[in-house]
């Protein structure tokens, strides 16, 4: 899966790649949260672009609640170069600042949601404005 976030032309460049590599890129509908059990990575773009680095989006979010590799596309090129699909965690999304701002750890945070899923056991109360929402129900189940 594609962050909306990279620009049009980088997104059919990579795509290309998750091709030759073998694999497949899923477009979720624009107003959907995507669900976890339909993407395996995310790419982002790298921070220090335009709109790179982290940003809390229903990708983002639901991605790091399954605990899936959230990476820059520098993964998907090392993994060309490579031929094969390279080990995601040395190409984690990583922004120093994002993570100081919001009090998180990207790394910590994907191995934790691994172990446990992120609402497991609890009850979740929603607002009768969220509970409406089809794509944020799917997204809590």
């Given at each position: 899966l594609f962050s909306k976030a990279l620009a049009d032309e980088e997104s059919e460049r990579l795509a290309k790649a998750v091709a030759k590599l073998g694999g497949e890129v899923v477009r979720p509908r624009q107003e959907d949260?995507?669900?976890?059990?339909?993407?395996?990575?995310?790419?982002?773009?790298?921070?220090?672009?335009?709109?790179?680095?982290?940003?809390?989006?229903?990708?983002?979010?639901?991605?790091?609640?399954?605990?899936?590799?959230?990476?820059?596309?520098?993964?998907?090129?090392?993994?060309?170069?490579?031929r094969r699909f390279l080990d995601a965690s040395r190409y984690l999304?990583?922004?120093?600042?994002?993570?100081?701002?919001?009090?998180?750890?990207?790394e910590r945070s994907l191995q934790q949601a691994r172990r446990r899923r992120l609402l497991e056991g609890r009850a979740v109360w929603l607002a009768p404005s969220i509970a409406k929402d089809a794509a944020m129900e799917r997204f809590l189940r």
């Open positions: 949260i995507p669900e976890a059990g339909t993407f395996s990575h995310l790419v982002v773009p790298a921070p220090g672009g335009g709109g790179g680095g982290f940003r809390r989006t229903g990708s983002v979010l639901a991605a790091m609640a399954a605990g899936l590799p959230v990476v820059t596309p520098a993964w998907l090129e090392a993994s060309c170069a490579a999304l990583r922004d120093s600042a994002a993570e100081h701002r919001h009090r998180f750890c990207m």
